[in-house]
């Protein structure tokens, strides 16, 4: 579970970042988790969009996505979202957990 301080450290760090994949209309399917943990185990923090299109708000995708990833919601804006998950063998972000 993040702090409130180490939430914000992650916001200001994803506010440099560019979104890397979408939520549309085909949904949560399983591919798009498989390609959400690949890169949450390289990057750590990832940004995520949901398009007008989709059956899910951006807090509901965010949500489902952590779930199934193990990873952290940090920020739900508009129609973006930000996760989070520590990689225990090769960290990319410093922060204190």
Known sequence: ???S???SILRG???TY???FQVGKGGIQDT???QV???LRARELIKLRVLDNSPYTAREAAEEIA???GSEVVQVIGTRFVLF???PKDPVIEIKL
């Open 1 to 3: 579970m993040l702090t």
């Open 5 to 7: 301080k180490q939430r």
């Open 13 to 15: 760090i994803a506010s």
């Open 18 to 20: 560019d979104t890397i």
């Open 32 to 34: 798009l988790i498989a």
């Open 37 to 39: 943990n690949d890169a």
């Open 67 to 69: 779930e199934k990833t």
């Open 85 to 87: 998950k520590r990689n």
